[in-house]
């Protein structure tokens, strides 16, 4: 058995088993080596029953005098132990484990661990932890630190410890240490072995604390090693088209603009620009708040690469959002005589006109466009593509070591330290300005006894000033599953909201519509026929209505503060005073608190960060859907460790020979390096 076997080698670990801890992102010996508990339970205080008080939380040992099964009035068991020692004897309870008087059988000698209380009138120990002791054996869930982990269902903490204590006795030789001992020193790491005996073997909280730091510093690690191999991988290429920046034109283009950019929007561009005239192909992701003019700013580099006679290719995750490009760059091209043309799922081939710029959806993809000269691709919402759709897609427009210039873009607002680590192998361009003239948008928290009057203040903005409605619900059709029955769904909410403001126009949007319909419902609110839209988050990016002035949310406590912060994007748009209404029903004081900071603060960057902490990162774009990476054991909050790890990372490329068994753990950066470094690799290895 190694660190990779299966954690179905275990004693007690079969087909059941390992589907379960499956869900625990476990199965190997590896995994569950690395499973770090989430807190502790101090019963290393051990002392004879005599000596026991009240309150306190000890181990004591001894054996069972007496046990039984015993029934309540309601008909259920409780399990009464005696457990004596030669000072004295105590009571232990358990509830609803009717086996134990076959486990904890009169005369076996066991260990006791947890909380001295009462029981009628009578000290004793209420749902402890037990196990017996075996001769020449240490205690495993009593008479120390006990570790509390993550569970599942079927696998408790004390049935995870067991195997912990098996996988690491059997491994503990092969836990082979990767880091030098020099880095070790610097950084002040435990060895891998030390930091995995003192993780779930701790002689107190302190050193369970460093091994901790340690396990979490490798999670980084193997995270920043990716980026930098993709970052260079990435730069083995060269640009399919080396693009000549005119300065001049493209000061033409920006005073064409109907607006002056901000300092953060210029700033993004030279970078950009910048970028397109180098040896080594642009792969620069362009972040920014709602509404803060990333469009504007890719605009200006497919600009440059159409006035290099090159093809610009735009891709978006919704027909939605590649509709609102396809019209906001027609209509900044109009004057230039720029082509754009826009390709989703319902547009044939035949139908595909030759442009300077695709805009699209995934469509992109396949075969529907015949693209001849790419250089450049914008990828927006990127975190919405998988890696493969946006590797194919660079590739179908480049060859094989020859890649087109690529932007990414977000406006999912990113904490930095999440954006460096997790988008590390990428350049960062933040936009972090709002264009002058958009109005702060007034937030409310609404619980269920204010709905109506909400309802009435809203019905008098519409009629008194002619102003539109967004209400968005986070389902599209009402759930079956008990815990999802309070959610509001859209197409409930439509007929529910038709009733209550009655005559006025009501609609509805969500995501399974086709793209005629979407753009029917869309046409008809743009066209100011639909006063209240109702919508599934399909809203959440794209759609741009200067006249929506109320964005209504529906349980907003399912969505994540970055999500409703860009819901409430969508509105505030024109020069109208805008709202944002957040209805709950949850009284939970951390959803409270996390929903009045939307009502404090208009940065996304500073709610993202707030999440982050409240949260964690996969809830940066509402959900878990999108592939962001979780951390097991590293927290996103430790900027220190992340850059260690970063450095460390970058060490290792630099001098491989030092860093050798990295590679023996099969991390090959043997792979990624030059020639050169490929001879040093070898050198060591003799």
Same mark, same amino acid.
């Given at each position: ?480 599953? =008990?815990?999802?029955?309070? @959610? /509001?769904?859209?197409? !409930?909410? $439509? ?5 209550? #403001?009655?005559? +006025? ?103 993202? =960060?707030?999440?982050?902490? @409240? /949260?964690?990162?996969? !809830?940066? $774009? ?5 592939? #962001?990476?979780? +951390? ?55």
């Amino acid at each position: 058995m190694n660190m990779d076997s299966s954690v179905g080698e275990l004693s007690f670990v079969g087909p059941t088993y390992e589907r379960r801890l499956e869900k625990l992102g476990i199965k190997k010996i590896e995994d569950l080596l690395n499973h770090v508990p989430h807190r502790y339970l101090d019963f290393s205080l051990t002392s004879p029953i005599a000596l026991a008080q009240l309150g306190e939380t000890l181990t004591v040992r001894g054996y069972v005098a007496t046990i039984k099964n015993q029934y309540t009035r309601s008909g259920k068991k409780i399990q009464i132990a005696e457990i004596a020692d030669a000072t004295a004897s105590v009571l232990a309870v358990w509830f609803n484990q009717p086996f134990l008087v076959r486990i904890l059988y009169p005369g076996a000698k066991v260990s006791l661990a947890g909380k001295i209380d009462w029981f009628g009138r009578k000290k004793a120990f209420i749902s402890p932890e037990y196990e017996k002791i075996a001769p020449g054996k240490k205690t495993v869930h009593t008479g120390r630190i006990i570790p509390i982990y993550p569970e599942t269902s079927g696998i408790s903490s004390k049935w995870i410890r067991g195997r912990v204590k098996e996988a690491f006795t059997l491994n503990k030789s092969g836990l082979l240490e990767f880091l030098p001992d020099q880095t070790l020193k610097t950084l002040k790491l435990l060895t891998l072995k030390d930091a995995i005996e003192s993780v779930h073997f701790p002689k107190n909280l302190r050193a369970a604390e460093k091994g901790k730091r340690r396990l979490a510093f490798n999670e980084l690690l193997l995270l920043q090693i990716k980026n930098v191999y993709r970052k260079l991988n990435w730069q083995k290429n060269r640009p399919v088209y080396k693009f000549q920046i005119d300065e001049t034109l493209i000061e033409t283009f920006i005073s064409s603009l109907p607006f002056v950019l901000t300092s953060s929007q210029s700033r993004g561009a030279q970078e950009i620009l910048e970028d397109l005239g180098k040896d080594i192909p642009m792969n620069r992701l362009l972040q920014g708040d709602v509404g803060s003019g990333k469009t504007v700013v890719a605009a200006i580099a497919a600009y440059a690469s159409c006035k290099n006679g090159y093809e610009t290719i735009f891709m978006a995750p919704t027909q939605i959002l590649a509709q609102q490009h396809f019209e906001t760059l027609t209509g900044l091209f109009k004057s230039f005589g720029i082509k754009t043309s826009l390709v989703t799922s319902e547009t044939k081939k035949s139908e595909v006109k030759k442009a300077d710029i695709y805009v699209g959806t995934h469509a992109l993809i396949h075969e529907k466009v015949n693209f001849s000269e790419v250089g450049l691709v914008v990828i927006d919402e990127q975190h919405r593509f998988g890696v493969e759709q946006r590797a194919h897609l660079v590739k179908k427009a480049g060859r094989k070591t020859v890649s087109p210039h690529v932007l990414t873009m977000t406006a999912t607002p990113i904490p930095r330290t999440v954006a460096l680590t997790f988008y590390g192998d990428l350049d960062l361009s933040t936009i972090s300005e709002l264009p002058a003239g958009r109005k702060r948008i007034t937030t409310w928290i609404v619980p269920p006894g204010k709905r109506d009057g909400a309802y009435s203040w809203i019905a008098r903005e519409i009629k008194q000033e002619k102003v539109q409605v967004f209400v968005v619900c986070p389902l599209i059709e009402e759930s079956e599953k =008990e815990t999802m029955t309070t @959610l /509001r769904a859209a197409t !409930e909410e $439509f007929k529910n909201l038709k009733k209550i #403001f009655k005559p +006025l126009n009501v609609g509805l949007l969500h995501g399974r519509m086709r793209i005629k319909e979407k753009n029917e419902v869309l046409g008809r609110f743009r066209e100011g026929k639909t006063d209240i839209l109702v919508s599934t988050p399909v809203v959440e990016v794209g759609i741009d209505v200067a006249n929506a002035t109320i964005m209504l949310i529906e349980a907003a406590e399912r969505f994540g503060l970055a999500q409703l912060h860009q819901l409430r994007g969508r509105v505030g748009r024109g020069e109208k005073k805008s709202y944002c209404l957040l209805f709950t029903q949850s009284k939970s004081p951390k959803v409270l608190t996390r929903l009045t900071a939307m009502t404090k603060s208009i940065s996304g960057f500073e709610l993202a =960060e707030l999440d982050l902490k @409240l /949260r964690g990162p996969g !809830e940066l $774009f509402g959900s878990k859907q999108h592939g #962001f990476p979780e +951390l097991k054991i590293a927290s996103w909050q430790d900027i220190e460790l992340i850059r260690a790890s970063k450095k460390v990372a970058l060490e290792a490329f630099e001098n491989p020979q030092k860093y050798c068994q990295l590679i023996d753990l099969n991390i090959q950066l043997r792979e990624y390096g030059t020639a050169s470094k490929e001879k040093t690799y070898k050198k060591s290895k003799q």
